[in-house]
């Protein structure tokens, strides 16, 4: 089975979603409520002051998701298609890969925003935070979406398989997974940091279906 897995924010969709005022909003709390976090050179990220309250104290964890959901929220309500993003999904389809979203958005603003925007008739399957164990770049997620096209294939290679995204966060988990990475306007620095190569870049996803069936036919 040929899947067609995407990114949502930045690639799909564009939204004002801010993840370093977001992650800046959950220090404060966790300061707020046990003093000053290791200084270090490099901004706190969000899966890591989350993971970093679960082992020191989750009794914040709700507050801190609760952080999460207002940043969503107001990111969701502007949300927009990005060009070419319902010719991308859609013909994916249309070349015969199942298509799926796997996101660190959560599922309550997530699919209404997809219904909304006119992509959920084209997704085969949502993978949201509130699907998995960890967010990416844990590639988790992967082994919800391997579980669910499994059980309606029989099996889910992810050799098989792309990821679609616009970060390096994206590039980590889906090599992490084993599955080969598409980067959609990611940069380039980004990629060269953390050693991921993809198998090709777009800047327009409306080629994407038009590249796809050289992947299937394994000549990528």
């Known amino acids: 089975m040929a899947l067609c897995v995407f990114d949502l924010d930045h690639t799909l969709i ?12 959950m220090r404060k709390l966790i300061e707020g409520e046990c003093g000053p976090l290791p200084a270090r050179k490099e901004r706190y990220r969000v899966g890591e002051l989350i993971a970093h309250c679960q082992t020191n104290v989750p009794a914040l964890e709700a507050a801190l998701w ?17 060009p070419g993003a319902l010719a991308a999904v859609a013909g994916a389809r249309r070349r015969g890969f199942a298509t799926a979203i796997w ?46 096209f499994a059980e309606r294939e029989g099996a889910c290679d992810p050799r098989h398989a792309v990821v679609v995204g616009d970060s390096w966060v994206d590039g980590v988990a889906a ?36 590249w796809l069936p050289t992947r299937r036919a394994g000549r990528d």
């Open 14 to 25: 564009q939204t004002p979603l801010d993840l370093a005022a977001m992650a800046l909003d």
């Open 103 to 148: 996101t660190n958005n959560a599922r309550e603003l997530t699919v209404p925003a997809l219904a909304r925007l006119g992509l959920a008739d084209e997704l085969d399957l949502v993978v949201t935070r509130d699907d998995m164990r960890a967010l990416k770049p844990d590639p988790d997620g992967w082994r919800v979406i391997a579980e669910h």
């Open 175 to 210: 090599a992490k997974a084993g599955v080969p990475f598409i980067a959609y306007r990611a940069r380039q620095e980004d990629l060269d940091r953390w050693q991921i190569t993809p198998i090709v870049h777009l800047d327009d996803l409306a080629l994407l279906p038009a």
């Open 66 to 82: 609760e952080v999460a959901l207002d940043h969503e929220r107001r990111a969701m309500e502007v949300a927009a298609l990005e």
